[in-house]
């Protein structure tokens, strides 16, 4: 399973961590999108900036 996470809301004025997080995911514009495989990492580090970013599970 793989998940597509796209940035919706901008982290200007969040906490440093979670500017470096989106950044991480490599978001760097509202809207921008990237497909990751189902990892815990992956979930630990889009769990920590859910109201930033929008999840949608895609199945193989």
């Known amino acids: 399973m793989k998940l597509q996470v796209t940035l919706v809301k901008s982290p200007v004025s969040s906490k440093p961590n ?9 978001l760097h514009k509202i809207r921008s999108t990237k497909v990751f495989e189902d990892t815990p990492s992956i979930r630990g580090m889009i769990f ?13």
Do not use: F, N
């Open 18 to 26: 979670h500017i470096k997080i989106v950044k991480a995911l490599g």
């Open 48 to 60: 920590k900036v859910k109201h930033l970013v929008s999840v949608v599970e895609i199945s193989d």
